[in-house]
């Protein structure tokens, strides 16, 4: 299939505009790897690599595989920019000195990774779920924003994407908005792109990837899971994340209690108390990938009910590619 120009492609040069996401626990090298073998882009949040040295060489072994693989497609690192990350500074440093070529800032304020990466001509494109946060980080030079939208795996946003991408279009012309949130096929692709997207994240469906680690059970419960069995809890990170209606999530239930939420919002507990549940919830879901484990909080989004197998990265993308051509010319008949 012919390269396409949509600006994602073209300002980080890669063929087909697919972002793999980055997923906090399952992104790895070889997930990462095969979207630059296929032409996409892959990403991985830098909270993965917390031991002392390993994102130094993950980033130097990424830098050259790009290079050797000729550019097809190519790599970025998600940072948490918010001060409950406490390896933010670092991990920046480190993404800086070895010229990462793209970003995706999830939360807080992207200034430093905008004015970091703007000066070897790195790419940044920032989450966003609301207008304020659009406007935040389109002042401070965004190149694109990720549309996190309804149905989305992971801190889904509350807009429906049939809104969120015209109403951000509309406001920023040239800012490129990538749609992210309940794609699993072409045909999703292909809505978002007549929406006016540059792209799609899409991070449920490669959970269910050979090359991903996470438990069978995790891949079993996605393909298993239907529409309705994706519910919004606080119980993780203090934020509502989309999780895997589990007996375990059913018996642990989806609020904070009312002491939880006063210290969340009391303004001399807050910063400490959402850095302890943060760090929590990273506990309970490492523990929740691992196989054989019986409290199975599973972070996965509403696509779920459109992935029926596992099959591997390359197959997943050469199917996406695939299916969007497919749903292309079969939407062109519909126009004679
Ligand atoms: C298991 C899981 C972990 C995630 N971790 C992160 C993360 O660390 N940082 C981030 O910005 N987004 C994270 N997300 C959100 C994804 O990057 C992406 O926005 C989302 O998966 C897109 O929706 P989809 O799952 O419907 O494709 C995560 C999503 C999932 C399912």
């Not at 991985?44 to 290079?67: H, I, Q």
């Not at 992210?180 to 991070?203: E, R, T």
């Not at 939420?261 to 506990?283: A, E, S, V």
Request: charged content about 20%; aromatic content about 6%; hydrophobic content about 40%.
């Amino acid at each position: 299939m012919k390269k396409m120009n949509t600006t994602l492609c073209e300002q980080t040069g890669i063929d087909f505009p697919i972002i793999m996401a980055p997923m906090f626990l399952v992104s790895n090298e070889a997930m990462i790897k095969a979207a630059i073998r296929n032409g996409i882009m892959g990403v991985f949040p830098s909270l993965n690599y917390r031991k002392e040295g390993e994102l130094k060489t993950l980033l130097s072994k990424l830098n050259n595989y790009k290079s050797e693989t000729n550019g097809l497609g190519s790599y970025g690192v998600n940072l948490i920019v918010q001060q409950t990350n406490l390896l933010y500074k670092k991990h920046l440093a480190i993404c800086l000195e070895e010229q990462v070529p793209f970003f995706i800032t999830s939360l807080g304020n992207p200034k430093e990774v905008i004015e970091g990466a703007h000066a070897y001509g790195g790419k940044v494109y920032c989450d966003v779920t609301n207008m304020e946060h659009a406007r935040k980080c389109a002042a401070l030079g965004a190149d694109g924003f990720i549309a996190v939208c309804s149905g989305a795996g992971g801190h889904a946003g509350p807009h429906p994407a049939t809104v969120l991408i015209p109403v951000l279009r509309k406001e920023f012309p040239n800012i490129p908005v990538v749609m992210a949130g309940g794609i699993a096929d072409g045909q999703g692709i292909l809505a978002a792109l007549s929406l006016g997207a540059a792209g799609v994240s899409i991070g449920t469906h490669f959970i269910t990837c050979d090359e991903a680690t996470v438990s069978d059970e995790y891949k079993q419960a996605i393909i298993d899971a239907g529409i309705d069995d994706i519910v919004m809890t606080e119980r993780l990170s203090g934020t509502p994340c989309s999780v895997i209606n589990t007996d375990y999530v059913k018996r642990i239930g989806l609020k904070q209690n009312l002491i939880e939420r006063w210290m969340n919002k009391n303004p001399t507990t807050k910063k400490w108390f959402k850095m302890i549940t943060q760090l929590r919830g990273m506990k309970k879901l490492e523990k929740a990938i691992q196989p054989g484990n019986y409290n199975s909080i599973w972070s996965a989004g509403q696509s779920s009910a459109l992935i029926d197998k596992t099959a591997s990265c390359e197959e997943i993308i050469n199917e996406l590619k695939k299916e969007t051509n497919d749903a292309y010319q079969k939407l062109h008949t519909l126009f004679g």
